[in-house]
């Protein structure tokens, strides 16, 4: 038999144009845990342009080391401790935080893997799994995606309109969204004693801001009006209804899985889509 190879975050933006009936191109933003990508490291916070025949990856979140691979999916602690160290690098010892001091014994080995010996993670899932672990709501998980609904639930409880800064460089083709402005601002807002609430809203909200300001980037360079979202992260409602709204704002058609899940359970029916437009 004849077989074609689909990349996973591919796949899920193609189950949204399959869903919707969607012709011709769109933006597609995808947002999930893990999916192997085209350069061999882990995908999950992807912008892409183009159809089911070619989508080309135009913007990521930054690549983050995942200390002890899959095993970062398990603790996110692990993710906390990798992004600190990615913002302040040797500086990550000075900081002032409950959440280091609960960790103090492992923090040395975790910053030595993330150093010597990187898997590398663009995951917009483990950014969430981090901030939720920095903020001490949940470290371990004891079922998919706990971090991620405990940090949501939080951030329900908060009606705050602030938000955190991203970097997005756009020196090169492909745009790199930096989370060290993100991560520092967290940080600070910790040390300040801000309420976790509040922290946990302003991050939905920034990663919301960020997403709308990528995708008006992309319309620009490539005159794409229709956005479509998909990948585990948007089964997070809050995000979600943000990110909707803040588009159709800005004139986006928006499309997003509806009768299908997000997550994985789509991932079939986008594959055979773009299977069948080759």
Avoid at 11 to 23: D, G, N, W
Wanted: one cysteine or more.
């Amino acid at each position: 038999l004849r077989t074609v190879a689909v990349k996973h975050q591919k796949a899920h933006l193609a189950s949204v144009m399959a869903e919707h009936r969607i012709k011709g191109k769109v933006i597609g933003v995808c947002f999930d845990g893990i999916g192997y990508g085209e350069d061999g490291k882990i995908w999950g916070g992807e912008f892409f342009a183009g159809d089911p025949v070619k989508f080309q990856r135009l913007a990521h979140l930054e690549y983050i080391p995942m200390p002890g691979g899959d095993k970062a999916t398990i603790e996110p602690y692990r993710m906390a401790i990798s992004y600190l160290y990615n913002t302040y690098a040797g500086n990550i010892y000075d900081l002032h935080l409950d959440f280091l001091n609960r960790h103090e014994e492992k923090l040395e080995s975790i910053v030595n893997i993330a150093a010597l010996n990187p898997i590398l993670t663009s995951s917009a899932g483990r950014l969430f799994d981090a901030v939720s672990a920095l903020l001490e709501i949940c470290d371990i998980i004891t079922y998919e995606a706990q971090a991620a609904i405990k940090l949501q639930c939080c951030a329900e409880k908060s009606q705050t309109a602030k938000s955190y800064c991203f970097l997005i460089d756009n020196a090169k083709e492909v745009m790199v969204i930096k989370s060290g402005k993100l991560i520092s601002g967290i940080v600070a807002d910790l040390e300040d004693k801000v309420s976790k609430k509040d922290i946990a809203r302003k991050f939905h909200n920034s990663v919301a801001s960020m997403a709308q300001e990528v995708c008006k980037t992309l319309r620009k360079k490539t005159g794409i009006n229709t956005a479509c979202l998909s990948g585990g992260v948007f089964q997070n409602k809050l995000l979600l209804e943000q990110m909707v709204k803040l588009l159709r704002k800005d004139k986006f058609q928006v499309y997003y899985n509806e009768l299908l899940p997000a997550n994985d359970g789509a991932i079939s029916l986008g594959q055979a889509a773009i299977a069948n437009a080759r």
